[in-house]
C-alpha cells in the first residue's frame, strides 16, 4: 500500500527565512508526487508535481521541492518566506508503475505553515 | 479560480436527511473525483468518474452515491446523515482517467446538526 507521513503538524517560520515542509512517502513502485497548498475557507491549489528527471521541481509561487529516492523524500522549500505563504499544504503520491499500487492519490495529513512577521 | 464549480457552498441539515452536492469540472476534463476533508481524518478520496462511468472507489460508505452525467457535471448524494458526516466535501477534475494533476473547488462545507 502506498502512504505518506508529513511529520509536522505545524512549521513557524520568520518572514524571509528559507521554509522547509517535510514529506516521506512508500510506494512499491515509482512515485508520482505532488504538493498542494490549502488557503482558508478555499480548496487546495496545485503547487507542483515530479514524476521524472530533474531531482529538484520548481512549482508555483517560488516554491520548489526535491525529490530524494534514498531517503523516499519530498520536502517542499522556498528561500524566502513570505506572510502570504501561511496556509495549510499537502503532499500526495500515487504509484507511477502501471497497475502497481493503488489507483488513487494518498494524501498526507497537512502540514500547517506560519510565516511570522 | 481553478475553473471547477462546487454548489452550495454551504449547507445545514438534520440528521437522517438526504443531501446532494453538485461539482461542475474545468472545461475539457474528464475525471472528476470526490473527497471528504474532515478534522480527525484528514482529506480522503470517495470516489472517481471519468466520463460518465466510475472508476475507482475509496472510503466511501454505502450511505453515499454519486453519479457523473453527461455533460460531465457530478453529483455526490449523502442520505441518512450522521452528525458524524459534517466535513468539507471536495471535487476535484483532471483531464485523464488515472490520476495526475487535479485541480479543486473551492468545497461545499456540510454541517449535520
Known sequence: AQSVAQ???????????????KCTYS???NPYLFWYVQYPNRGLQFLLKYITGDNLVKGSYGFEAEFNKSQTSFHLKKPSALVSDSALYFCA???FSSGAGSYQLTFGKGTKLSVIP | DSGVTQTPKHLITATGQRVTLRCSPRSGDLSVYWY????DQGLQFLIQYYNGEERAKGNILERFSAQQFPDLHSELNLSSLELGDSALYFCASS???????????????????
Open chain 1, 7 to 21: 511529520p509536522e503538524d505545524q512549521v513557524n517560520v520568520a518572514e524571509g527565512n528559507p521554509l522547509t515542509v
Open chain 1, 27 to 29: 510506494v512499491s513502485g
Open chain 1, 93 to 95: 503520491v500515487r504509484d
Open chain 2, 36 to 39: 471528504q476533508q474532515s478534522l
Open chain 2, 95 to 113: 483531464v485523464f482517467e488515472l490520476p495526475d494533476t487535479q485541480y479543486f473547488g473551492p468545497g461545499t462545507r456540510l454541517t449535520v446538526l
